[in-house]
């Protein structure tokens, strides 16, 4: 049995004795010592100018980073050519350059060891880190085989280490953003349509005539192209429907604000589609050509009316016709918007599900306004060996378990990481690399007996985030203005890639996750799926395949290349969907015969007692989840979240204006730390809003510890998605709790 891997607060290491580099390329100043010297014919009295793209979220903005004649990094601008976000980054990429400059980096390698029959970190050489890993790597796949070893992650450094365990022998790569976030919409969505609408969305909000939102905060959430695009929809005349039981920011912009009660978003979504087929106001013949079981459908609607919804989404029926008629009457330039954080209620798939169907109904998909037709240009692979078939996968972990699942659901490799008599699959080894699971997986039981499991847990991140506390080995990774990545190759209206090269050399002892990566399989005796010395002889090789060179790139950071296929349906007769029949799938078999509804239908959801309100979350401007939540600059803008509460319940509590509360959920789980109230009407009586990405509680991260509540620890009741897996969150009652509990500080 593995010893009981205890939590260490990283900064009580007293780290600021390690060696720290200037933080600034020589190179970048004119110095040509450094290796990777650039020629930027941009600069200006010298100025230089590095093109990069963004990682503070995942819309990948491309923009330049500015480095002074001093050789400091003094500003990261949006590039004017990027369609992704049209020379104009957000608050949060602006920002970005405090993640280079933040001190609480992490800055060495560390290993875990016992001192004194205390478990702590010792700084490391690189050597002896990846020796470490590569042995230990070895001894788990002596045991278990290769599979055995699964990666976690979120954003560019994960292809590295999915590339790494491939090789490896092993395909169980998860992503929080698959089975916590996008999951339900993107199964629905291919359930329906045949493929889904990807990122950035290929929604044609530019050019629509109406957009409808279910719970997409976009604003809040801040998907920059998205936003623009909404604005000038907007200045264009276009009416925008929101939906939310809180007036959003989008909801403000809005024609008309449906305040749902929360959970019963289904019950509104068959009322509309009751009203589109049974007034008739729906696209008849895009309906006849392209889409399977209309009659069923029609059937199966007859008695969703909106009198029926009314009573159960408080929604009231005129308005339910009223803003089905603006539909009809935009169609079809009209979006149904599919959302992308949908992982809500554990029906996640059937609501996403009722979208596709409307959005079929209204014949958006294809036209102008609605849905478009993405391209994007295919980067092609070094060359390397073919990977070794591993003799199972995650998909065998499943039992029969969410057959819909296209991409690993991360709380089954949680399971399969939990010994279990007479398990026949079992993972051993983690790495997780930009992906901070502490605080966006709620499944705190689950996940604190897998990580005591294991024999081997690597953490690959640029801060000592709650994850890293669990590590064996944590490896710093240098941040993105620091390093050489993967091409941004963006399939959407145009073509485009994006360069990303360092602006500076990376700080302190921190390494781009190639490096990592390269090492690690070379000492796995891999060295032939990495058959170059640099990253940038990759890119090298990828540029030259395209059509474009690494000096091109630099000058221009991105480029557009030419579209080869129509961006909406032109031959009426000749087009088909991408599912199995080549038609829209209003009934879906393959559910039935799955064992689910073919259609949507509504359930109820548990609600809060008295006393108890549920529980909501979302997204800010200036933030991006817990990644940004120690950034300087950003938490200027926002220090803490806030709890949103109706005055009507402040009253009934005699709650004040940022008065301090804690939150108390169903079962009894109190928030670590207070949060400050914030009174509004802006949100319904029954629901209490809060920003998710604060509360952090391991104090390394100086700035953000103990700022705000984090939603995570009040999320204890999950209702998982029976079709694909996804972990529905917002099942969950919280009440008030006015005095100091004097609760420990700790998770
Ligand atoms: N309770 C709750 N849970 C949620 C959500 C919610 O709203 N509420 N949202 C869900 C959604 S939509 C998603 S997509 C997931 C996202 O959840 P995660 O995938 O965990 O995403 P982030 O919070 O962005 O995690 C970022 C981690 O990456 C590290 N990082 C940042 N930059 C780099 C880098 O360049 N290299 C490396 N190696 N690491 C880096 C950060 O320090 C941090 O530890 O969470 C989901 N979970
Ligand atoms: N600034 C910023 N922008 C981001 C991110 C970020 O961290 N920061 N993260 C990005 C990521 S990975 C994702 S997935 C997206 C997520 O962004 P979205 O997909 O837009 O987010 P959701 O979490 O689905 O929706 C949050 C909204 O749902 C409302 N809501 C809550 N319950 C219900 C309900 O029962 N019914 C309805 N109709 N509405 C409800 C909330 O009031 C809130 O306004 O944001 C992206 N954009
Ligand atoms: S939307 Fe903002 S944070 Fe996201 S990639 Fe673009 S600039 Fe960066
Ligand atoms: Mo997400």
Known sequence: MHT?????????LGLGATAVTTAVASWATGNTSGSTRSVNDRAVSGWHRFPTYCEVCFWKCAGWTYVSPEGSIQKIIGNDDDPQCNGRLCPRGTGGVGMYSDPDRLKTPLIRVTKNGEQTYREATWDEALDFIANKMKEIAGKHGPESIALFNHGTPGKYFTHLLNAFGSNNVAAPSFAQCRGPRDTGFELTFGESVSSPEVTDIRDTRCLVLIGSHIGENMHNGQVQEMSEAIDKGAVIITVDPRLSTAASKSKFWLPIKPSTDLALLLAWIHVLIHDNLYNREYVAQYAEGFNELKEHVRDFTPEWAYGITTIKPELIRHTAREMANAAPSVIIHPGRHTTWYGDDVQRSRA????????GSWGNRGGIFFKEGIKIPDFPRPAYPKPSWSWQDTLNGRYPFAKEAVTNTIIEASIPKPGMEHIIKGWFVAGTNLVVSIPLKEQLMQAMQALDLLVVIDTMPMEITGYADVVLPECTYLERYDDLRATAHREPTIALRMPAVQPSYLTKPSWWISKQIGERLGLGAFYNYKDFKEVLQWQLKQIGSSMEEMERIGLKKYPRKSPVYIESIAEFKFKTASGKIQLKSNELQEAGFDAMPVYTPHP??????????YGRAPMHTFSRTANNRNLVA????????????VAELWGLRKDQHVWLKNQAGVLSNFSVKVRITERIRWDSVYIVHGFGHHHKPLTYAFGRGVNDTELISRLAIDPIMGGTGMRGNFVTFVKTEPRKEGKL
């Not at 009981?4 to 009580?12: L, P, Q, T, V, Y």
């Not at 609600?607 to 909501?616: A, F, K, T, V």
Request: aromatic share 10%; no cysteine.
């Open 4 to 12: 009981r891997r205890k939590f260490i607060k990283i900064g009580a």
């Open 637 to 648: 803008l926002m220090p803490e979240n806030s709890v949103w509460v109706n005055p009507q």
């Open 607 to 616: 609600q809060p007692e008295d006393g108890y309100y549920r529980l909501i």
């Open 355 to 362: 979208i596709a169907i409307l959005n079929a109904l209204l």
